[in-house]
């Protein structure tokens, strides 16, 4: 299954600084816009992507997700993951979902020369996104060290199942492998879940189109029209979020407390993420500038509880 690069990607100059300029990037057409649909996905739930890995989904909220090219040498790499501190690894992320002898040689290519045009001075991990094992077909013997470290994680889509209470990012992204027959139940399965844990109204809506996306690839035979139906934006109105805040008739007032608290919760959220930091060797200080809380604050959270 040939897949294609359908991505926004972010040159970096020769000199490697933080001077960017955005633009996008050539587009061909593939049958399933694999690489696109997980820039998508990491856009859209970061977390999904250190679920992936096995890491605290909580990382996501010091690190920025995008699509990089080394500009001089056209080198383009699937997702970057880029940290709010140097003591945090950049996390290089590549999806293939097609045979490719050269592809370690392409990869460790384009990471090396990232890395050498880049000021950052992060340490590095990668990450390799496969539908299954049959198509991890590259040559590894130049690379045997590297892909048997800790520096490179892989992954295969189809041994995800044994994943218990997955994610709704996780459940999305297993869909992409799902069996043509059960797709269409599994689409519903997670637009209702999300319905149900998620209060972000846009999130929701961009899960929704995410899996009609999946859908409209996965069964060419049934036309947009019949897919949208299945989760039209009329059903917005069901979620939680919707009637919570939306609904007619509510107060101004209860819409500026459920503001408040969505706020409250981003922050308990951030303040969860301190002990798997600290884990990792950050310092207070380091904590409180890439979630930008205060210091006390950080100090607190990091407190043994009683």
């Given at each position: 299954?040939?897949?294609?690069?359908?991505?926004?990607?972010?040159?970096?100059?020769?000199?490697?600084?933080?001077?960017?300029?955005?633009?996008?990037?050539?587009?061909?057409?593939?049958?399933?816009?694999?690489?696109?649909?997980?820039?998508?996905i990491f856009q859209?739930?970061?977390?999904?992507?250190?679920?992936l890995i096995n890491?605290?989904?909580?990382?996501?909220?010091?690190?920025?997700?995008?699509?990089?090219?080394?500009?001089?040498?056209?080198?383009?790499?699937?997702?970057?993951?880029?940290?709010?501190?140097?003591?945090?690894?950049?996390?290089?992320?590549?999806?293939?979902?097609?045979?490719?002898?050269?592809?370690?040689?392409?990869?460790?290519?384009?990471?090396?020369?990232?890395?050498?045009?880049?000021?950052?001075?992060?340490?590095?991990?990668?990450?390799?996104?496969?539908?299954?094992?049959?198509?991890?077909?590259?040559?590894?013997?130049?690379?045997?060290?590297?892909?048997?470290?800790?520096?490179?994680?892989?992954?295969?889509?189809?041994?995800?199942?044994?994943?218990?209470?997955?994610?709704?990012?996780?459940?999305?992204?297993?869909?992409?492998?799902?069996?043509?027959?059960?797709?269409?139940?599994?689409?519903?399965?997670?637009?209702?879940?999300?319905?149900?844990?998620?209060?972000?109204?846009?999130?929701?809506?961009?899960?929704?189109?995410?899996?009609?996306?999946?859908?409209?690839?996965?069964?060419?035979?049934?036309?947009?029209?019949?897919?949208g139906k299945m989760?039209?934006?009329?059903?917005?109105?069901?979620?939680?979020?919707?009637?919570?805040?939306?609904?007619?008739?509510?107060?101004?007032?209860?819409?500026?407390?459920?503001?408040?608290?969505?706020?409250?919760?981003?922050?308990?959220?951030?303040?969860?993420?301190?002990?798997?930091?600290?884990?990792?060797?950050?310092?207070?200080?380091?904590?409180?500038?890439?979630?930008?809380?205060?210091?006390?604050?950080?100090?607190?959270?990091?407190?043994?509880?009683?």
């Open positions: 299954m040939l897949t294609y690069i359908i991505f926004t990607v972010l040159e970096i100059v020769a000199t490697g600084s933080s001077k960017c300029k955005i633009h996008s990037s050539t587009v061909k057409q593939a049958p399933l816009k694999t690489d696109s649909i997980f820039y998508r859209s739930i970061p977390s999904t992507f250190f679920e890491q605290p989904p909580q990382l996501a909220s010091v690190y920025q997700f995008s699509s990089v090219e080394v500009k001089q040498l056209a080198f383009r790499i699937d997702g970057v993951f880029l940290p709010n501190a140097a003591e945090l690894p950049i996390y290089f992320a590549e999806v293939q979902f097609q045979p490719d002898k050269k592809f370690y040689s392409r990869l460790f290519t384009e990471i090396f020369n990232y890395l050498d045009k880049t000021e950052l001075t992060n340490n590095w991990r990668g990450v390799v996104i496969f539908p299954n094992r049959s198509v991890d077909t590259g040559d590894t013997e130049r690379y045997t060290e590297l892909l048997n470290s800790q520096r490179v994680s892989r992954v295969y889509l189809d041994e995800l199942s044994s994943i218990e209470a997955s994610s709704i990012g996780i459940e999305t992204v297993k869909l992409i492998i799902e069996p043509e027959s059960t797709a269409t139940i599994r689409a519903i399965e997670i637009v209702n879940s999300a319905r149900q844990q998620i209060l972000d109204v846009a999130t929701i809506r961009e899960i929704i189109q995410l899996i009609e996306t999946i859908l409209i690839y996965k069964l060419p035979r049934l036309t947009q029209e019949e897919i989760f039209g934006s009329n059903e917005l109105k069901q979620t939680r979020f919707y009637q919570d805040v939306f609904a007619e008739g509510r107060q101004e007032g209860r819409q500026e407390g459920k503001q408040e608290g969505k706020q409250e919760g981003r922050q308990e959220g951030k303040l969860e993420t301190i002990p798997q930091l600290l884990g990792l060797g950050l310092s207070i200080e380091q904590i409180a500038q890439a979630l930008g809380l205060d210091e006390q604050l950080v100090r607190q959270a990091a407190q043994p509880k009683s």
